[in-house]
């Protein structure tokens, strides 16, 4: 967790309500990806990312290697949103072995 | 369209016995191949990857070994189970060139008693 911070640790939203999740990166990340946890443990790809934007539906990510780091944004947030948050950093130099965020929680209530 | 499959989806062991866990991955040729495990309420911690048959290296073993016997095929296990070898574990994948995403199995939830 500490070559990615993932913020917020956890966080409760409104259904219908915005938000954004953020990961800075201590290392010299290449790419990056973000993923949803669900409640049974699946991992569901979100966004891989090299530098730059992508969005898909309501979700939106956004990757700078320069600043170093990276932003996940939800929109009208849904009661199926709810899970955990990981990205998930590739350093230079080493693509073997993707550096893990310690995850955000989210709960999304009716 | 790629597959992957885990085997078993489930299992509670006793402490000192032995545990292989499977992973398939069909639909595509040649995969890069990595082992996580995760605690609860954790991140993923990756166990060991292979970029071919016969081939593997370790990140953390925590006592365990891995093996890939086919190129579709990647198994972990150890002969004797600890009670902090309890967890999620999980399988996945990667193009051997190109992209660099990773893609997941559902994984095994493991129980050691």
């Known amino acids: 967790g500490d070559k990615v911070k993932q913020s917020p640790s956890a966080l409760s939203l409104q259904e219908g309500t915005n938000s954004a999740l953020r990961c800075n990166f201590s290392i010299a990340a290449t790419t990056v990806q973000w993923f949803l946890q669900n409640p049974r443990g699946s991992l569901i790809n979100l966004f891989y990312l090299v530098p730059g934007t992508k969005e898909n539906g309501r979700l939106k990510s956004a990757f700078d290697s320069k600043e170093s780091y990276s932003t996940l944004h939800i929109r009208d947030a849904q009661l199926e949103d709810s899970g955990t948050y990981f990205c998930?950093?590739?350093?230079?130099?080493?693509?073997?072995?993707?550096?893990w965020g310690l995850g955000t929680s989210l709960v999304v209530n009716p | 369209a790629q597959t992957i499959h885990q085997w078993p989806v489930a299992e509670i062991k006793a402490v000192g016995s032995p545990l292989s866990l499977g992973c398939t991955i069909k639909?595509?040729?040649?995969?890069?191949l990595y082992w996580y495990w995760q605690a609860t309420g954790g991140t993923l911690q990756q166990l060991f990857y292979s970029i071919t048959v016969g081939q593997v290296e370790s990140v953390v073993q925590l006592n365990l070994s891995a093996s890939r016997p086919k190129d579709d095929q990647f198994i972990l296990s150890t002969e004797k189970l600890l009670l902090s070898h309890s967890g999620f574990y999980l399988c996945?994948?990667?193009?051997?060139?190109?992209?660099?995403?990773?893609?997941f199995g559902p994984g095994t939830r493991l129980t050691v008693l």
């Open positions: 998930a950093a590739l350093n230079v130099g080493d693509n073997s072995k993707l550096i």
């Open positions: 996945a994948w990667r193009r051997d060139w190109g992209g660099r995403e990773q893609y």
């Open positions: 639909g595509k040729s040649s995969p890069n």
